[in-house]
């Protein structure tokens, strides 16, 4: 059973790769055709999503009632003792909540107060093994441009990387191509995180001595250092894990994101770009 | 052989339905964090009903397609799926004759190798995806294709027709 092709086969294989490898090129290089050939095909498909959306959502429904049953239980009970927490809690968040207003508006953080906001529904998640963007249904129409951050009310989400009109593509923060300036929130070191992919937490590079002691647990913001892409004091996430870096000069963190990326329904897109 | 009218647009509604149902309902279907992947399905039963030529040729269309909904690096599917597509029709031009459940094996098969490939060239680019994440996503990609490429090969007939080179028809009327 030899398994040969004709001779016309491998020249036909030789053009469409020589073809693929040139878009990738193109598409690396980020050349003006390759982004509005992704816009257009934005705009046309978004309406059509939306209904197949709808039509298929009873099948999409049936598979998570039976891959997601034992998950749904836990989070089920867990939330039912979150919520007799969160009761015990709310007075005292009520004047927390206050008194952060005062802060903010005396301080002028950024983050906390004066950015205008775009709050969106994450209408389509990951579309393929190997993506790691949310599509939501805000776009330009709504003030929304790209470079803009997204978070939640947990933290940072990602970027916005592609806007139509009426919708946007929201890079997540798991994304391999994935980087932010971050600073430790109790002693101000300065690093940058990166994705590395669904699942996994973040990866920091500091600048941090290796004899420097970061527990567990320590909160991460986004840095807002001149010319950052992000404003300043998003959180981001919590360091997990503490190890030497390439080289033993500096500690690599482990950071698990603050934001739960698989049950993102909604998010909210700041006004703001890099200065 | 039987007349047949119209393959690129025949050949163009199923691409564009695959792709509307990969991005909207495939999409949401994870298992252990892994999607499948219907237009690699397509890609693989076009390989295998139509030899390697034909393979290659939907296999960098339907790449095409998917990457312009996707935020990789704009081709690289195309690649991927052109060199997958390619194989599968290799694979598809031994099959003469042989068992029903071989066409199963190969796209089995085909659904791991294009994880692992998309994987490997994803990071010769540049783009540092992880390796850690391939066997998930290559025994989901693999289930997929094994259980899907049977009524694939049916839509490929009625894209193409059932005219020579059609080995598999035999083995599963």
């Not at chain 1, 040139?22 to 992704?38: F, H, K, N, Q």
């Not at chain 1, 191509?177 to 690093?191: I, Q, S, Y």
């Not at chain 1, 950052?228 to 482990?254: D, F, H, N, W």
Request: aromatic share 6%.
């Amino acid at each position: 059973m030899a398994i040969s092709p004709p001779t016309g086969s491998r020249t036909r294989l030789t053009i469409l790769v020589v073809a693929s490898v040139t878009l990738i090129i193109l598409g690396l290089r980020d050349v003006p055709v390759v982004r509005d050939a992704r816009e257009g095909a934005a705009r046309v498909l978004d309406p059509v999503t939306g209904a197949v959306d709808t039509v298929t959502s009873p099948v999409r429904n049936a598979w998570h009632g039976v891959t997601d049953y034992e998950d749904l239980k836990d989070e089920n009970q867990r939330l039912k003792a979150e919520v007799s927490e969160a009761k015990g809690n709310q007075v005292a968040e009520a004047d927390a909540t206050k008194q952060l207003s005062e802060l903010s508006q005396t301080l002028d953080l950024p983050f906390a107060a004066t950015l205008p906001k775009v709050t969106a529904r994450v209408v389509s998640g990951p579309r393929s093994n190997f993506s790691h963007a949310v599509e939501i249904d805000k776009g330009s129409d709504d003030g929304l441009a790209v470079g803009m951050p997204a978070a939640t009310g947990a933290g940072l989400v990602g970027r916005v990387t592609q806007v139509t009109s009426s919708s946007a593509r929201v890079e997540l923060l798991t994304d391999p191509e994935f980087r932010v300036g971050v600073r430790l929130a109790t002693t101000g070191d300065l690093g940058t995180a990166r994705g590395q992919g669904r699942d996994d937490p973040l990866a920091v590079d500091s600048s941090i001595s290796p004899r420097t002691q970061v527990p567990a647990g320590t909160g991460v913001v986004t840095s807002g250092v001149d010319r950052s892409a992000y404003p300043p004091g998003i959180p981001v996430g919590t360091v997990s894990k503490v190890r030497e870096g390439s080289g033993g000069l500096a500690l690599e963190l482990v950071v698990d994101p603050l934001v739960d990326l698989d049950t993102l329904s909604y998010l909210t897109v700041l006004q703001w770009l890099p200065q | 052989m039987r007349s047949h009218r119209w393959p690129a647009l025949r050949a163009a509604v199923v691409l564009f339905l695959a792709l509307l149902l990969q991005v909207t309902m495939v999409a949401d279907l994870r298992v252990a964090g892994a999607l499948g992947d219907l237009l690699l399905v397509v890609v693989v039963a076009a390989g295998l009903t139509g030899g390697a030529d034909r393979g290659a040729t939907w296999g960098f269309a339907a790449g095409l397609a998917y990457d312009l909904v996707l935020d990789s690096p704009f081709g690289l599917t195309a690649l991927t799926y052109a060199l997958v597509g390619y194989a599968a029709g290799l694979a598809g031009s031994a099959l003469l004759r042989t068992s029903w459940w071989r066409p199963a094996a190969v796209a089995a098969v085909a659904g791991a190798l294009h994880a692992v490939l998309y994987t490997a060239v994803g990071n010769l680019v540049g783009v540092a995806y992880p390796f850690g994440q391939v066997p998930a996503i290559a025994l989901v990609q693999a289930a997929w294709c094994a259980v899907l490429v049977l009524p694939m090969l049916r839509v490929m007939w009625w894209v193409h027709g059932r005219g020579e080179p059609d080995r598999l028809e035999v083995l599963l009327r």
